[in-house]
């Protein structure tokens, strides 16, 4: 027989044996073959890490909701007013003046999510996300206690609308409402602040219409995700979600089912249970059916998979039952599982730990050395020099901002050049109210036999309470002196 002929009928047959198994990355569960939406009916989960995850979740969300009305030195602990642009992270105020620093706070946190990801895989989905502790963790459970397990709820959303079904309807979407209803308000006075949110919930609509629709947005938003969306909003819009492709490694710890143990797969006949000639795993689908994305774990690593656990515990009960070892689907990474050991730290691993202690540190040197007024000095624009008797004088305007929460009285002094003078055009004292700015037109004046340049660096120093806050360097403008004439003078 044709050698040539025979290789290519072998390739065609993994080829084939590999489309086979793969076939279900063409598709996800949620979506039929026509497009259509596939309700996921996921069974209750229990077990140890589900118990892990209640409690994980009390604390999250119980700092979510108090977040607003906790307070550092009487500032908020987190407030993102993203309409004023102002920031306060720990008590710290951030204007748009630090926006390089909220920069460097952008990366190095994208840099930590991505070497966290490369090490722990989706831990911050299954654990952290409020997006899955919403909705596992409070709908999800709102859901089974009014319409039970996930066989009652498909019997109710078939059966005709009698009084049980309108009751139950009902006080659920009312629950999901008022709930959704507490997240908005919670958003609102992380954006704009506790006080602000309570002046817009106290008075009439009419009297802050702005802020009244933000909240019925905010509402309907969080009442659409929970009530429709849901799983969609991992699977479909998030984009950490869709990052995983290209961040997970085969050393990234993942819920993992370990197809070395649990293949072949195979019944337990109920005439010798004892007797078992396959692996592991029974194919008693209960990991698929617990998955509140409709997947089924032993396909393996699927982007649609939030880790959230439920997998884990259903087949480690079922593993107990057959008188197995747990474990069968647990967190691993796909080379543990190939070749017995767990090697977490690797060159990516490395790499990414090395850019972020570097960028930890410049965070670190920017916000000790951040200074509390931001001074920005230019020149008045379409002015060069002015002439005096003795002197070259130059004309700037001054914005002090003042980042703090007191009001500063503020002095600025000359540094260097030792013989150039400041003088402000008003002579009011520089007072900054808190969390304000305040300009001011200033001229600096250089005697002309001290000018050896077109252009003499100027340093400012900015006092507060006679200590240097704040140095500013400014561009002063003389004539090209010939150094013979400078000599003469
Ligand atoms: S729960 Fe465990 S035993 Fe049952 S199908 Fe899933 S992996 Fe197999
Ligand atoms: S596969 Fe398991 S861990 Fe992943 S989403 Fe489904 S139940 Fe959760």
Same mark, same amino acid.
């Given at each position: 027989?044709?050698?040539?002929?025979?290789?290519?009928?072998?390739?065609?047959?993994?080829?084939?044996?590999?489309?086979?198994?793969?076939?279900?990355?063409?598709?996800?569960?949620?979506?039929?073959?026509?497009?259509?939406?596939?309700?996921?009916?996921?069974?209750?989960?229990?077990?140890?890490?589900?118990?892990?995850?209640?409690?994980?979740?009390?604390?999250?969300?119980?700092?979510?909701?108090?977040?607003?009305?906790?307070?550092?030195?009487?500032?908020?602990?987190?407030?993102?007013?993203?309409?004023?642009?102002?920031?306060?992270?720990?008590?710290?105020?951030?204007?748009?003046?630090?926006? %390089? &620093? #909220?920069?460097?706070? $952008? /990366?190095?946190?994208? !840099?930590?999510?991505? @070497?966290?990801? *490369?090490?722990?895989?989706?831990?911050?989905?299954?654990?952290?996300?409020?997006?899955?502790?919403?909705?596992?963790?409070?709908?999800?459970?709102?859901?089974?206690?009014?319409?039970?397990?996930?066989?009652?709820?498909?019997?109710?959303?078939?059966?005709?609308?009698?009084?049980?079904?309108?009751?139950?309807?009902?006080?659920?979407?009312?629950? %999901? &409402? #008022?709930?959704?209803? $507490? /997240?908005?308000?919670? !958003?609102?006075?992380? @954006?704009?602040? *506790?006080?602000?949110?309570?002046?817009?919930?106290?008075?009439?609509?009419?009297?802050?219409?702005?802020?009244?629709?933000?909240?019925?947005?905010?509402?309907?938003?969080?009442?659409?995700?929970?009530?429709?969306?849901?799983?969609?909003?991992?699977?479909?819009?998030?984009?950490?979600?869709?990052?995983?492709?290209?961040?997970?490694?085969?050393?990234? &710890?993942?819920?993992?089912?370990?197809?070395?143990?649990?293949?072949?797969?195979?019944?337990?006949?109920?005439?010798?249970?004892?007797?078992?000639?396959?692996?592991?795993?029974?194919?008693?689908?209960?990991?698929?059916?617990?998955?509140?994305?409709?997947?089924?774990?032993?396909?393996?690593?699927?982007?649609?998979?939030?880790?959230?656990?439920?997998?884990?515990?259903?087949?480690?009960?079922?593993?107990?039952?057959?008188?197995?070892?747990?474990?069968?689907?647990?967190?691993?990474?796909?080379?543990?599982?190939?070749?017995?050991?767990?090697?977490?730290?690797?060159?990516?691993?490395?790499?990414?730990?090395?850019?972020?202690?570097?960028?930890?540190?410049?965070?670190?040197?920017?916000?000790?050395?951040?200074?509390?007024?931001?001074?920005?000095?230019?020149?008045?624009?379409?002015?060069?020099?002015?002439?005096?008797?003795?002197?070259?004088?130059?004309?700037?305007?001054?914005?002090?901002?003042?980042?703090?929460?007191?009001?500063?009285?503020?002095?600025?002094?000359?540094?260097?050049?030792?013989?150039?003078?400041?003088?402000?055009?008003?002579?009011?004292?520089?007072?900054?109210?808190?969390?304000?700015?305040?300009?001011?037109?200033?001229?600096?004046?250089?005697?002309?036999?001290?000018?050896?340049?077109?252009?003499?660096?100027?340093?400012?120093?900015?006092?507060?309470?006679?200590?240097?806050?704040?140095?500013?360097?400014?561009?002063?403008?003389?004539?090209?002196?010939?150094?013979?004439?400078?000599?003469?003078?």
């Amino acid at each position: 027989m044709d050698v040539h002929k025979v290789r290519l009928e072998e390739n065609d047959a993994i080829s084939s044996i590999i489309k086979d198994q793969e076939e279900f990355r063409d598709s996800i569960a949620t979506v039929d073959e026509k497009g259509k939406r596939v309700w996921i009916y996921p069974k209750k989960p229990s077990g140890l890490y589900h118990k892990w995850r209640i409690a994980v979740t009390v604390l999250l969300l119980s700092i979510l909701f108090a977040g607003p009305f906790l307070k550092i030195n009487g500032q908020p602990f987190l407030l993102l007013n993203i309409f004023e642009r102002k920031f306060v992270i720990l008590g710290q105020a951030f204007w748009p003046q630090d926006f %390089f &620093l #909220l920069a460097i706070v $952008l /990366i190095t946190f994208f !840099v930590f999510v991505i @070497l966290f990801t *490369v090490v722990f895989g989706r831990v911050w989905c299954g654990w952290m996300c409020p997006q899955t502790l919403f909705m596992e963790m409070v709908f999800r459970k709102i859901e089974y206690w009014i319409e039970g397990d996930s066989g009652a709820q498909r019997r109710l959303n078939k059966q005709p609308w009698d009084a049980t079904k309108i009751f139950k309807k009902t006080s659920k979407h009312i629950i %999901f &409402l #008022l709930i959704s209803i $507490l /997240i908005a308000h919670t !958003v609102m006075a992380y @954006l704009i602040g *506790v006080d602000n949110t309570a002046d817009i919930v106290s008075r009439p609509p009419s009297e802050n219409l702005a802020g009244f629709l933000g909240l019925v947005g905010f509402t309907g938003i969080f009442y659409f995700v929970y009530a429709k969306f849901r799983e969609q909003a991992c699977i479909a819009v998030c984009p950490y979600g869709r990052l995983q492709g290209v961040l997970l490694t085969k050393e990234s &710890l993942v819920v993992a089912y370990d197809w070395l143990r649990g293949e072949p797969r195979g019944h337990i006949k109920k005439e010798s249970p004892a007797k078992v000639e396959h692996g592991d795993c029974i194919d008693c689908k209960l990991c698929v059916h617990v998955c509140p994305t409709g997947i089924d774990i032993r396909n393996g690593t699927q982007l649609e998979c939030v880790n959230c656990t439920a997998c884990i515990d259903a087949c480690d009960d079922v593993m107990v039952k057959i008188g197995r070892p747990k474990g069968l689907i647990r967190y691993a990474s796909y080379n543990s599982i190939k070749d017995g050991i767990l090697q977490i730290v690797n060159g990516r691993v490395i790499g990414y730990s090395v850019v972020l202690l570097v960028l930890l540190s410049v965070l670190s040197f920017a916000l000790i050395t951040r200074s509390d007024v931001e001074a920005t000095m230019l020149k008045v624009p379409g002015t060069l020099y002015q002439r005096e008797p003795g002197f070259i004088t130059n004309l700037y305007n001054v914005e002090f901002v003042n980042k703090t929460f007191g009001e500063l009285t503020l002095e600025m002094k000359v540094e260097s050049p030792p013989t150039a003078q400041l003088k402000k055009v008003d002579s009011n004292a520089i007072i900054i109210p808190a969390e304000g700015f305040v300009k001011g037109v200033y001229f600096i004046r250089i005697p002309d036999k001290d000018i050896t340049n077109a252009r003499t660096v100027v340093v400012l120093g900015v006092y507060h309470n006679n200590k240097k806050i704040e140095t500013v360097k400014v561009k002063f403008i003389g004539p090209v002196v010939k150094a013979s004439d400078a000599k003469r003078n």
